[in-house]
């Protein structure tokens, strides 16, 4: 059985006798609650927005360096282009993920950078989405 610490809310599987989180005795785990499918929040966003500023600088530099060794109209120029554009770009890959739970074993899933199917991490199961909500993929 899985479950969450009583105490501090950590996620357990059965194995445990102790909280990893907060170290107290588990006799009895709290089962965790499912929840649907929702629209990932800007935290997704974020991490392409940050994706998108670490990218960024290195194209620009490198299309910089690239304009300097004459090669700058075929590949610097398209590179420092796509630098100015990458943190504008970075949130678009992460807002339309969903967020919810493996149909197989309960765990907390995201669909971000998922095309058609993914492996869950907590059971390596192959998980599908279909009209926006996690399914079983065979």
Do not use: Y
Not at 10 to 24: D, E, N, R
Not at 119 to 131: H, L, Q
């Amino acid at each position: 059985m899985e479950g969450l610490c009583p105490k501090c809310g950590a996620h357990l599987t059965s194995s445990f006798l102790i909280c990893p989180g907060c170290g107290k005795a588990v006799t009895e785990l709290t089962p965790r609650e499912t929840l649907p499918a929702e629209k990932a929040p800007a935290k997704q966003a974020f991490s392409g927005l940050l994706l998108g500023a670490i990218a960024g600088p290195a194209m620009i530099v490198t299309g910089a360096m690239l304009c300097l060794t004459g090669l700058g109209v075929f590949l610097g120029a398209p590179l420092i282009v796509g630098g100015v554009i990458a943190p504008l770009v970075g949130p678009m890959v992460g807002m339309n993920s969903l967020r919810g739970n493996c149909p197989w074993c309960g765990a907390g899933v995201s669909s971000l950078n998922a095309k058609g199917s993914f492996e869950c991490e907590a059971c390596r199961k192959r998980v599908a989405v279909k009209d926006h909500k996690f399914v079983q993929a065979a």
